[in-house]
């Protein structure tokens, strides 16, 4: 039997949902029994290069034009997409700067924040004026599923990619939003 190829993707975010997806350790094993793993941190593939995917997996908020692309490049490749993560389902973290003036934000970031490796200048890339507003996934494409949590934990996505490989709509369990 054919098995549905899973494919994921970062936008902005701190990539710590595909961390948490590695997390789901040896169950691996029962998981590419049932999926065919194409582009995912397990794979090293950066991203998925065909289409069929049956199960596309976004982490992370739409932050600028690149993001926009990958999701909509994603959301044509895949049958059920997934938003992975608070990023993805409401703007999480990246959207905090939504409350300040785009040039606020990069003057904090580059110019007033000691870490900043860029010499006290605002970077002269035109990327940068794209990021009028972080938006969540749904902003922007079709969801069909949304597994919140920052992040989400490796049952919870073990569980998600599970039922979903084998052609089943996973069900929160309770009022407290668990899905396990
Ligand atoms: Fe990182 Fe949390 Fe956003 Fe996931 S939801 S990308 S863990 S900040």
């Given at each position: 039997m054919t098995k549905p190829k899973v494919a994921s993707d970062w936008l902005a975010g701190c990539a710590g949902c595909h961390m948490s997806l590695l997390d789901i350790d040896e169950r691996i094993v029962t998981l590419v029994q049932v999926a065919d793993?194409?582009?995912t941190p397990i794979t090293?593939?950066?991203?998925?290069?065909?289409?069929?995917?049956?199960v596309g997996i976004l982490e992370g908020a739409v932050n600028n034009s690149a993001n926009e692309e990958v999701a909509h490049r994603m959301r044509s490749r895949c049958s059920i997409l997934v938003a992975l993560g608070d990023c993805a389902v409401f703007?999480?973290?990246?959207?905090?700067?939504?409350?300040?003036p785009l040039e606020e934000a990069l003057r904090r970031a580059y110019?007033?924040?000691?870490?900043?490796?860029?010499?006290?200048k605002i970077p002269?890339?035109?990327?940068?004026?794209?990021?009028t507003r972080a938006r969540s996934l749904q902003e922007v494409v079709p969801v069909d599923i949304f597994v919140p949590g920052c992040p989400p934990s490796a049952d919870a996505i073990f569980y998600v990619l599970s039922e979903l490989a084998q052609g089943r709509k996973p069900v929160l369990k309770d009022e407290k939003l668990s899905w396990i």
């Open positions: 793993l194409r582009a090293d593939l950066k991203e998925p290069d065909e289409t069929g995917v049956a703007g999480g973290v990246p959207a905090m700067r939504n409350f300040f110019i007033e924040t000691e870490s900043t490796d860029e010499n006290g002269d890339n035109p990327e940068l004026a794209t990021m």
